[in-house]
């Protein structure tokens, strides 16, 4: 029996094969959780329908997460369908491409600054806050995605470091706020891979170079493996977790100097 067997599952932000979210998605059918998904945009639901599909899942809702009404409409599909949710899974990350090259107060604005903090910080917050009566009670578990541009500087990273860095808040304000409701909140982050979302990260084949050299296990992590440790932090294995980033990078957040 899988370590999620009997949880239901919403995971937000699936939109290819090669995403961290997919990996998720992926890991947690594995462990037994029946999941449901969201799609952005008309032109990504055969997509995810498909993606639910391989899941054994029908349940692909339309969710822009910078629409309160879509938000809520998706718990309450959910709420029809289940009647409760367990899990919550969040990897949603956007900054206008031109503020993520160069130099950051050479590329930041003040619409693409909102932009980035709308999408990938409150949008936690606000899914959080629409789904918290399906999950109250329930041991329930919400989980993002961060990356190590939240406390270090990284080349183009830019206003989107900025965005990870409240989004990292956001995790310890919502684990204090639903923890005495029984639900966790926790986030991963991320080592860099070779993702749709990363592609927009000037010299992002250089950095997954540079991270392969210098992380203490050589190599660079994979979305089965950020999934496995996801799977893990929603599962009763990790009741006790909660307001924590976890780093699942290979241990590249630890390095000052590599070694020879």
Known sequence: MGIL???RALIVG???NKSIAWGVARAMRREGADLAFTYQTERLRSRVENFAAECDSEIA????VESDEQIQNVFNNLNEQWGHLDILIHSVAYAPRETLRGEYLDSVTREGFRVAHEISS???AALGKVAQPLMQGRAGAMLTLSYLGATRTMPS????GLAKASLEANVRYMAEGMGPKGIRVNAISAGPIRTLAASGVKDLRNFLSYVAKTSPLRRNVTTEEVGNAAA???SD????ITGE????????NIMGIAGG
């Open 5 to 7: 067997e009997g949880k």
């Open 14 to 16: 699936v939109a290819s």
């Open 61 to 64: 809702i339309p969710c822009d």
């Open 122 to 124: 409150y949008s936690f």
């Open 157 to 160: 990273y830019n206003v989107m």
């Open 232 to 234: 893990f932090l929603c």
């Open 237 to 240: 294995l990790a009741s006790a």
């Open 245 to 252: 980033i976890t780093y699942v990078d290979c241990g590249f």
